[in-house]
Every structure is written in C-alpha cells, then in structure tokens.
C-alpha cells in the first residue's frame, strides 16, 4: 500500500505521475470517442432503416 504526505505527492505518484494521468488521460479520450462514434453509427443506422421502409411503403 502506497502512502502519500500531500496531495502534490500523490499527483507526482513518486516521479511516474505524467506517465500514469497521461494514461488516464488517454484512455478517457479514447472511451469518449468511442461513445461518440457508436452514437453516431446508431443514428445513421436508424435514418437508414427508416429510408428502407419508406422506400418498401411506394
């Protein structure tokens, strides 16, 4: 178990601290995009299906 004594040393996390945020960082980032991409794809397929069907109803 680590232990810090202060807030600054546990941001620096012993000298690592950029590597281990920047990780944090990164991987939310990628997370977002992902969330935003599959939303994106979920509306294209919807306005797609719902094309097909107007398309079958002439």
Request: hydrophobic fraction near 50%.
């Amino acid at each position: 178990m680590m232990e810090w004594a202060s807030w600054s040393d546990f941001w620096a996390m012993g000298g690592y601290g950029l590597y281990v945020w920047g990780s944090y960082a990164v991987t939310f980032l990628v997370i977002l995009a992902e969330v935003a991409l599959l939303r994106q794809h979920g509306r294209q397929a919807v306005l797609k299906l719902k094309r097909m069907k107007q398309w079958e109803e002439q």
